[in-house]
């Protein structure tokens, strides 16, 4: 059974800095795919970044040159460097991983974390 627990969430000012993490119960190298996505209140879950096995890391529009997505596959653990915050990135941040493609190169995220809140005051 494969567990993610993300932390790092946290309340920030715009313009601030935070950084996540999500463990993994087993090895990362085990993984195709691992991402992090995010929702908001009243709106739909959305990507933010991904990573795949081969080293493509794809980003979403609204947080490229802000964010960053990096893997330590020897402690097991995704992390998501947040910096040059905005309110609207507040929402619940989700860890995910996938050891499928659904069709090349489409992750098939299949396991979830808790999530993790992070809050931007203007």
């Known amino acids: 059974q494969v567990q993610l627990v993300e932390s790092g969430g946290g309340s920030v000012q715009a313009g601030g800095s935070l950084r996540l993490s999500c463990a993994a119960s087993?090895?990362?190298?085990?993984?195709?795919?691992m991402g992090w996505f995010r929702q908001a209140p009243g709106k739909e879950r959305e990507e933010v970044a991904h990573?795949?096995?081969?080293?493509?890391?794809t980003y979403a529009d609204s947080v490229k040159g802000r964010f960053t997505v990096s893997q330590d596959n020897a402690k097991n653990t995704l992390y998501l460097q947040m910096n040059s915050l905005k309110s609207e990135d507040t929402a619940m941040y989700y860890c995910?991983?996938?050891?499928?493609?659904?069709?090349?190169?489409?992750?098939?995220?299949?396991?979830w974390g808790q999530g993790t809140q992070v809050t931007v005051s203007p």
């Open positions: 990573v795949r096995s081969d080293g493509v890391i």
């Open positions: 087993t090895s990362t190298y085990s993984f195709n795919c």
């Open positions: 995910a991983a996938a050891f499928h493609f659904t069709t090349w190169p489409v992750c098939g995220f299949a396991y």
